[in-house]
């Protein structure tokens, strides 16, 4: 057969897979090679220079112009040194992808002669033709044009790619009248209003604790496939995940990717990743199979969360990129394959403090175990009273098919602490206010500490299933989707813990007002936080029906859909939260939401647009090819003389196919009336409800079911679309 299907499979065999990729140096030799470091900045700067540099980078003041320019001349110098001759300013706008826009350092004065230059306007601030990125009505209302600014706290880098090296500067990105057009922006507000927050309340327990930093360690979860075969299936180059194709006969069930040996062939694209990587100062740590085929996984050290974002979305570049090169294509997609699990990006969160302590590890004192049960509380309350927002911060086209299928975390948020904590929670909880003065010191010499490894035992089997699980010194946060910008449940959860501490030290300092002691105070509102949001907890299988039902006892909130699940971005709470603590005004609120909708509308109209394309032109001709060869055996059979049980079962292939083409047509025309019906709704949230309910959920799963019996009894050299199997075994 002549289908791309058949030239990709034969491709593969004929070139066996050993792509020797370069051993690897030892990482250390190579990371940050390509990185504006401080302690590369030292080399290239002037003492003024290099002090405005690092004040600037740890959030502290703004560059003055002079500095701007002296900066940006080192950076130059350093940047020249290694061959470069572009710049570009990084940034990440609503797309939810990474942006450049790449100028030449080389420029002519006004006397025609020719010169290198990059100033400190350049480096600062530059103006982005913003009109072809997302502002849901914000620059109709507002401005047409953008800036990017300079954002020292992650430095500068030198990106390589076969078109030549450009120094990139990581920016945030704003509308000319202030809106932030990105996702880099509010995420720094919320840091720095969790910043605060929890520096005052750390003042209970240590007053050197000066800077509370939000830590971010995410692990990104992708497939690999060969990216012949990639390229033979239209959905996958359209949508990233196949709308289409019948379970392979073996699948995940053996089990036997999971921490099995890398394929070579993948494993010579991981070192090649990893490498690039290392030079951009990304700190890889890990690298491993998945649990369904051709998926793996890979993590860094934990970072702080600002930079940890601009790593992860650098890396899914790096590795797009690096693909190619391997012919491979790499699906970030949260649900790549029916009946195989989907890719998450667990982000692991935490709070360090300037003295070296992780808020969220429990402590060996009384004192730090009464700071570790404060932070930890507060968490707790937090995704509490914030679980819509934290739902809405997920929710995407693609995590969709991810949450609540049976191997992710459910759209409920619930929170796994392990049975220790459990215990150590429910003894808090019992007792009746004025017995703390007594009680509190045995139960603050709880060694929580030495509890923890029970924990960390629970936690193997157990916490898979809590979209949000206590690690022993940190929370993983599971149900963000694999190609997500981290940045946005991290903005939610940080400001959402913000305000929480914020409220908490509220009450802490009243009850001292009255007279009470400060360890009796905070020990009441460690009470009270735990009767208040005790419902969020939940140690059992977030995979079983029975959690849906007890959820919805229990009053927590349970939303499949997105559009629906979005409503937490323009609710009365969202605005109070985010208005108070200033990271969104209620504009940007408002052009968030529209611009999420309007992104879930496009994506599932692709597919919709893709799925009746595929069947309608490739999947019905093949089976009516073959059912025209069955027909003609079957007349050549009875023009023999042959007796009707001779083909009864060709009859019965026909009429089965006659059948399954049926229902897909009917169901194809139906899912194009529903398209133009939710097109034709003027209210956009009311357009994508209507995608949600009847052209995705009434059609997408029915069609594809037809069209997947087909596949199992159309001739294999008339299936044009490469199969599971090859998806996702060969390589
Ligand atoms: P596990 O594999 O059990 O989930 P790991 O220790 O391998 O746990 O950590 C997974 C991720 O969590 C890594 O990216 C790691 O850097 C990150 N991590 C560890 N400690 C913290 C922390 N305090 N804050 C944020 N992330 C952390
Ligand atoms: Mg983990």
């Not at 605005?575 to 599932?604: D, G, P, Q, V, W």
């Not at 060869?629 to 007349?635: D, S």
């Amino acid at each position: 057969m002549d289908s791309l299907r058949f030239h990709a499979v034969k491709k593969i065999s004929l070139n066996p897979t050993h792509q020797e990729g370069e051993y690897a140096e030892r990482v250390t030799s190579i990371f940050n090679e390509n990185v504006f470091t401080l302690e590369t900045a030292r080399n290239y700067l002037s003492d003024e220079a290099f002090k405005s540099l690092v004040t600037s980078a740890k959030g502290g003041k703004k560059v003055d112009r002079n500095m701007g320019n002296q900066i940006a001349l080192g950076m130059k110098a350093w940047a020249e040194s290694k061959n470069v001759t572009h710049y570009t300013h990084w940034f990440q706008p609503l797309t939810g992808l990474s942006a450049e826009k790449h100028d030449s350092f080389f420029t002519l004065k006004s006397d025609g002669t020719a010169i290198e230059e990059f100033e400190g306007n350049a480096l600062i601030q530059q103006e982005p033709d913003a009109s072809s990125f997302p502002s849901g009505g914000l620059r109709a209302t507002f401005e047409a044009r953008g800036y990017t600014a300079w954002d020292p706290s992650s430095p500068a880098f030198i990106m390589e790619t076969a078109e030549g090296k450009t120094l990139c500067i990581p920016t945030i990105f704003v509308a000319y009248t202030g809106e932030s057009l990105d996702t880099k922006t509010p995420l720094l507000k919320a840091l720095n209003a969790l910043d605060k927050s929890a520096v005052d309340v750390c003042q209970y327990f240590d007053k050197n604790i000066s800077k509370v930093n939000a830590t971010l360690g995410w692990e990104q979860e992708y497939f690999v496939i060969d990216s012949g075969i990639a390229n033979a299936r239209p959905d996958i180059q359209l949508t990233g995940r196949t709308l289409i194709g019948h379970a392979p006969a073996k699948g995940q069930q053996l089990d036997d990717h999971y921490f099995g040996a890398i394929p070579e062939r993948v494993y010579a694209f991981m070192r090649d990743y990893e490498k690039e990587s290392y030079k951009l100062g990304i700190p890889l740590r890990t690298r491993h199979n998945e649990v369904a085929p051709a998926q793996f996984e890979c993590a860094p050290i934990f970072e702080e969360t600002n930079l940890a974002v601009d790593h992860n979305t650098l890396l899914m570049d790096i590795m797009s990129r690096v693909a190619k090169k391997h012919n491979l294509t790499v699906l970030f997609h949260e649900k790549p394959f029916a009946g195989v699990n989907g890719s998450g990006k667990h982000n692991n969160w935490s709070l360090s403090t300037d003295t070296g302590i992780n808020l969220l590890a429990p402590g060996k004192t009384p004192k730090t175990n009464l700071m570790f049960l404060t932070f930890f509380v507060n968490a707790i309350k937090a995704v509490h009273d914030y679980a819509g927002l934290l739902r809405a911060s997920i929710a995407s086209a693609g995590n969709e098919y991810r949450l609540g299928a049976n191997e992710a975390p459910p759209a409920v948020m619930s929170i796994f602490i392990g049975k220790y904590l459990t215990k150590v929670l429910n003894q808090i909880e019992k007792r009746v206010g004025d017995d703390f003065d007594e009680q509190d010191e045995a139960l603050l010499k709880l060694d929580i500490h030495k509890g923890i490894p029970e924990l960390m035992l629970d936690n193997t089997d157990r916490n898979r299933t809590s979209p949000f699980a206590f690690t022993g010194n940190k929370f993983e946060y599971r149900a963000v989707g694999s190609s997500a910008n981290c940045a946005i449940p991290m903005t939610v959860l940080n400001t959402a813990m913000a305000e929480t501490l914020k409220n908490f030290k509220l009450e802490v300092d009243a009850l001292i007002e009255t007279g009470e002691k400060k360890e009796v105070a905070i020990m009441q509102t460690i009470q009270k936080y735990i009767v208040e949001s005790k419902s969020v907890l939940f140690e059992g299988d977030g995979y079983s029906s029975n959690w849906e039902k007890e959820a919805l006892k229990r009053g927590l909130e349970n939303i499949k859909s997105t559009p629906h699940s979005l409503d937490a971005f323009v609710s009365e709470k969202a605005e109070h939260l985010f208005l108070s603590n200033n990271i969104f005004t209620k504009t940007e609120l408002e052009a968030r939401h529209e611009i999420m909708l309007e992104s879930y509308i496009k994506k599932i109209q692709i597919e919709a647009r893709v799925l009746g394309d595929l069947v309608t032109t490739i999947i019905i001709p093949g089976a009516i090819k073959y059912q025209n060869n069955l027909l003609t055996n079957i007349k050549l059979l009875k023009e023999t003389g042959f007796p009707v049980q001779a083909y009864k079962a060709q009859i019965e292939i026909v009429e089965k196919i006659s059948e399954h083409i049926n229902i897909i047509s009917e169901n194809v025309t139906s899912m194009i009336e529903a398209r133009k019906k939710a097109n034709d709704i003027d209210d956009i949230r009311q357009t994508a409800i209507e995608y949600y309910e009847n052209v995705k959920e009434k059609h997408f799963r029915k069609i594809r079911y037809h069209a997947d019996k087909l596949e199992l009894i159309v001739d294999d050299s008339f299936w044009a679309l490469p199969k599971y199997r090859e998806l996702l075994f060969m390589r």
